[in-house]
């Protein structure tokens, strides 16, 4: 799948003559990530020979092979490794986000799909899980089970430890989600009162082998934090969990049956998630895939083609989405004036994932992190000549919105202010999407069923 370079083309990307080129730096990030793409490069079948990775498989070794996809990207990534392993596959089941697309009739009869709640769990998020633990306790040591995992898969994996409820699992995300901690923290807690996050399912599986390839949404790649590592071992504690707690105060706003697991854990009257070293991973390989890196890379080459002096940023994007929008916004700035750290025309290109802390005393408006760095450059960039920085979710998806991110120019005050916007008023009550809907500088490709976190492309002209 390639996806079409227009889908990204904005008001101000329209009427540029390097527009074109921008987007197709766009649509080359996201290409070098689609799912079906980097699992027919990592799973590659010679009659019963399989590869996986460097590992070479027999499949005639298998009495049953099973194929669990779980995350945003699951559905493109199991219907190509169901057409590869074809006649060999057994059977197996997607979960991924509600409103996806529905499977094609070929696939139909073997494996069954799921939607569930994102970013909030649901209903149908336990009756995922429950299907997938029952098929997984009942595998044999003659079973191959490929986890096929992207980002997303954490919310949408809900399995309440006992004594925890579905209630307490939605308002524990709502809370953490808003608290302004990161997702290494928020999947931290979340192993900690799940029966299958944590390298558990994996316990599930036992006696299998069981393969997990992964495209990931996580910068560093730390494989337990990918969709909360349900198959891989987990060095976070009951400590840990409780620690984040009270870094963000959040003693008195999270259930007490949570607070009072967690302290139960943390005491010791409850057993760790499985640790590095356990055997329960001896047959247990995870492997990664696609990477926030691979589309980085893929975009500056792509830029260079465009005729750019093309760069990545080393720092990742991180931290509150409103000061990262300032600091990119004066990088452009430096980039504009002063010809650093390249010169015209430029593209420089960050990855990563930053955070909002929802602080506001009036009603919290519509809007996602992509959008608020966006919004949060506009006033440091205005008037300044010849730049853009266009912000993206790869997933197509920013916060609770269709759109992906936005497109800020040196113009983009100026034309909010001629529709008597202030961004410092949208930027308060975190409000970013109507800001940038006034402008017709959304960008809104859809849903591109990837996710490898947000890029940023920061570009002189």
């Given at each position: 799948m390639i996806y079409p370079p227009e889908s990204f083309l904005t008001h101000s990307l329209k009427e540029k003559p390097w527009g074109m080129?921008?987007?197709?730096?766009?649509?080359?990030?996201?290409?070098?990530v689609e799912p079906g793409r980097v699992i027919k490069e990592s799973l590659v079948r010679t009659g019963t020979r399989l590869r996986i990775g460097d590992e070479e498989l027999n499949l005639k070794d298998f009495n049953r092979i099973f194929l669990i996809g779980i995350g945003k990207a699951s559905t493109p990534m199991t219907l190509a490794a169901a057409d590869i392993l074809n006649e060999h596959l057994h059977g197996g089941m997607i979960l991924t986000k509600s409103g996806s697309h529905d499977l094609p009739e070929r696939v139909t009869k073997i494996l069954d799909l799921?939607?569930?709640?994102?970013?909030?769990?649901?209903?149908?998020?336990?009756?995922?899980?429950?299907?997938i633990t029952n098929l997984l306790s009942k595998a044999k040591s003659d079973d191959l089970i490929l986890f096929l995992l992207s980002g997303g898969g954490s919310a949408l994996l809900a399995?309440?430890?006992?004594?925890?409820?579905?209630?307490?699992?939605?308002?524990?995300?709502q809370i953490l989600l808003s608290c302004g901690a990161d997702i290494k923290?928020?999947?931290?807690?979340?192993?900690?009162?799940?029966?299958?996050?944590?390298?558990?399912?994996?316990?599930?599986?036992?006696?299998?082998?069981?393969?997990?390839?992964?495209?990931?949404?996580?910068?560093?790649?730390?494989?337990?934090?990918?969709?909360?590592?349900?198959?891989?071992?987990?060095?976070?504690?009951?400590?840990?969990?409780?620690?984040?707690?009270?870094?963000?105060?959040?003693?008195?706003?999270?259930?007490?049956s949570v607070l009072n697991h967690l302290i139960q854990g943390l005491a010791g009257h409850l057993p760790e998630t499985p640790k590095p070293g356990d055997p329960?991973?001896?047959?247990?390989?995870?492997?990664?895939?696609g990477r926030n890196s691979d589309s980085i890379q893929a975009g500056v080459q792509q830029a260079v083609l465009e005729g750019f002096n093309a760069d990545t940023l080393p720092e990742p994007l991180?931290?509150?989405?409103?000061?990262?929008?300032?600091?990119?916004?004066?990088?452009?700035?430096?980039?504009?004036?002063?010809?650093?750290?390249?010169?015209?025309?430029?593209?420089?290109?960050?990855?990563?994932?930053?955070?909002?802390?929802?602080?506001?005393?009036?009603e919290i408006g519509k809007g996602g992190r992509n959008i608020e760095i966006a919004l949060s450059a506009v006033k440091t960039m205005n008037n300044v000549p010849g730049v853009v920085l266009i912000t993206l979710a790869t997933d197509g998806e920013d916060g609770e919105t269709d759109a992906a991110g936005a497109v800020v120019t040196g113009d983009s005050l100026r034309r909010g202010r001629i529709l008597q916007?202030?961004?410092?008023?949208?930027l308060r009550n975190h409000n970013s999407y109507p800001y940038f809907q006034a402008l017709n500088d959304l960008l809104v490709p859809g849903v591109t069923q990837t996710n490898v976190n947000d890029l940023c492309f920061l570009i002189t002209f």
């Amino acid at each position: 799948m390639i996806y079409p370079p227009e889908s990204f083309l904005t008001h101000s990307l329209k009427e540029k003559p390097w527009g074109m080129k921008a987007a197709r730096i766009i649509s080359a990030s996201l290409t070098a990530v689609e799912p079906g793409r980097v699992i027919k490069e990592s799973l590659v079948r010679t009659g019963t020979r399989l590869r996986i990775g460097d590992e070479e498989l027999n499949l005639k070794d298998f009495n049953r092979i099973f194929l669990i996809g779980i995350g945003k990207a699951s559905t493109p990534m199991t219907l190509a490794a169901a057409d590869i392993l074809n006649e060999h596959l057994h059977g197996g089941m997607i979960l991924t986000k509600s409103g996806s697309h529905d499977l094609p009739e070929r696939v139909t009869k073997i494996l069954d799909l799921y939607y569930g709640g994102h970013p909030i769990p649901d209903q149908n998020s336990l009756k995922a899980v429950a299907a997938i633990t029952n098929l997984l306790s009942k595998a044999k040591s003659d079973d191959l089970i490929l986890f096929l995992l992207s980002g997303g898969g954490s919310a949408l994996l809900a399995g309440p430890y006992p004594g925890l409820t579905l209630k307490d699992l939605r308002l524990t995300n709502q809370i953490l989600l808003s608290c302004g901690a990161d997702i290494k923290e928020i999947n931290t807690i979340r192993k900690h009162i799940s029966t299958v996050k944590g390298g558990q399912l994996a316990k599930i599986a036992v006696p299998a082998k069981l393969f997990t390839l992964i495209l990931s949404d996580v910068m560093g790649n730390q494989l337990d934090m990918i969709a909360s590592g349900p198959t891989t071992p987990d060095p976070s504690t009951y400590q840990d969990a409780v620690e984040i707690i009270e870094r963000y105060d959040l003693d008195h706003r999270l259930p007490k049956s949570v607070l009072n697991h967690l302290i139960q854990g943390l005491a010791g009257h409850l057993p760790e998630t499985p640790k590095p070293g356990d055997p329960i991973f001896r047959d247990v390989t995870n492997l990664i895939i696609g990477r926030n890196s691979d589309s980085i890379q893929a975009g500056v080459q792509q830029a260079v083609l465009e005729g750019f002096n093309a760069d990545t940023l080393p720092e990742p994007l991180e931290g509150e989405a409103r000061l990262a929008g300032e600091k990119l916004a004066a990088i452009l700035q430096r980039m504009a004036l002063k010809s650093e750290p390249l010169p015209r025309p430029a593209c420089l290109i960050i990855g990563g994932e930053t955070t909002v802390s929802l602080q506001s005393s009036g009603e919290i408006g519509k809007g996602g992190r992509n959008i608020e760095i966006a919004l949060s450059a506009v006033k440091t960039m205005n008037n300044v000549p010849g730049v853009v920085l266009i912000t993206l979710a790869t997933d197509g998806e920013d916060g609770e919105t269709d759109a992906a991110g936005a497109v800020v120019t040196g113009d983009s005050l100026r034309r909010g202010r001629i529709l008597q916007m202030d961004p410092e008023t949208y930027l308060r009550n975190h409000n970013s999407y109507p800001y940038f809907q006034a402008l017709n500088d959304l960008l809104v490709p859809g849903v591109t069923q990837t996710n490898v976190n947000d890029l940023c492309f920061l570009i002189t002209f």
